[in-house]
């Protein structure tokens, strides 16, 4: 039940932010380049090229000097919130070497279940990126989708002998 106290809107007593609160992280350029850790992407920026790490995918405007770095990690649903802090912290030094280099850096772990229950991370990740409404609710659905086939078709080929081959 949505309630107003204050001029704060809440549901259930929780408060509730309406996606003009929500900052959008892609707000004040528009040179915004993607790129991913995939061979046949090897674009990432020379700042990030040159550290040990590789986020998973890496959102870079250079004439704002910023980076959105998404790390994808796929745990058991127990370990949902483990596998967020557990990123967040590999990521850490790298998210200061940049901000000492003059960058501004974000580093956002997102987790999606290995059984296909999507994080609570996920859900803030589109709206973070203007992805809003039905959109947003697409994307979510489709993105729980792939992770539950895809952990069907590992489940329904565990024993084949070519995936555990040395």
């Given at each position: 039940m949505f309630t107003i106290q204050g001029g704060v809107k809440s549901w259930h007593g929780r408060p509730v932010r309406t996606t003009k609160?929500?900052?959008?992280?892609?707000?004040?350029?528009?040179?915004?380049?993607?790129?991913?850790?995939l061979p046949e992407w090897n674009s990432h920026p020379d700042i990030i090229k040159e550290t040990r790490l590789r986020p998973d995918i890496v959102i870079h405007s250079a004439s704002t000097q910023q980076l959105i770095m998404l790390e994808l990690t796929v745990p058991y649903e127990n370990r949902m919130e483990e596998a967020h802090i557990y990123k967040r912290k590999k990521y850490l030094d790298l998210t200061k070497e940049l901000e000492n280099a003059g960058y501004k850096a974000v580093v956002m772990p997102v987790e999606v279940g290995a059984r296909g229950f999507v994080g609570s991370s996920v859900y803030d990740l589109p709206t973070k990126l203007s992805i809003c409404g039905n959109k947003r609710t697409k994307a979510l659905k489709l993105l729980a989708e792939i992770a539950e086939n895809s952990s069907r078709w590992t489940w329904s080929w565990r024993n084949e002998s070519f995936l555990h081959e040395d």
């Open positions: 609160e929500i900052k959008c992280l892609l707000d004040g350029c528009d040179d915004w380049d993607v790129s991913a850790d």
